[in-house]
């Protein structure tokens, strides 16, 4: 993580996956093993850079973002002028990358993931963990149903083999 000028900048690689059979390892390139400490009211930015062949919606889940730069060339940056488009969705071109910012005023652990559902398993996902000392601070828990879908979650993600079809 590179941190300036009061902006937090998360960058990440995305190359098209090749799991040996039972892996549970993450093909997002971090030093974070997927999740980010974010401070409350940070000013986040991240670039995705997808150098797989295909293009890749993805989704943050929690908070709303400006899209700021597109491009399907790694090269080249196609930037909005003037009003910034905000969504909670980007699509990531084939072999290019897309940068969004967002403010952090949303306390809590949030999904960002690519939205197409196989993708995810191959670990195409990472977790920000918002204003983490106001969670600690009020007690913040996981409720009994949460716990039991965090639960069925790690089941499926240490039983899911992307390598064989589902039958």
Not at 29 to 35: E, F, I, L, P, R
Not at 43 to 54: D, L
Request: aromatic share 12%; glycine share 8%.
């Amino acid at each position: 993580m590179v941190v300036s000028v009061g902006v937090i900048t998360l960058i990440f690689f995305y190359e098209q996956p090749h799991p040996p059979s039972g892996s549970e390892c993450l093909v997002i390139q971090s030093d974070q093993n997927g999740c980010y400490l974010i401070p409350y009211l940070a000013v986040v930015e991240v670039v995705i850079n997808n150098e797989a062949g295909g293009e890749h919606p993805f989704h943050l889940h929690g908070h709303n973002f400006w899209i700021v730069a597109t491009s399907d060339y790694p090269e080249a940056e196609t930037l909005y002028a003037g009003d910034y488009i905000q969504r909670d969705t980007v699509s990531v071109p084939a072999g290019g990358w897309a940068k969004i910012l967002f403010v952090a005023d949303n306390p809590g652990a949030w999904f960002m993931h690519c939205h197409i559902e196989w993708h995810m398993s191959d670990g195409l996902a990472i977790v920000l963990i918002v204003a983490p000392d106001q969670l600690l601070k009020n007690c913040f828990t996981i409720s009994q149903s949460g716990q039991k879908q965090c639960e069925a979650l790690q089941q499926f993600n240490t039983t899911y083999d992307p390598a064989i079809p589902s039958s």
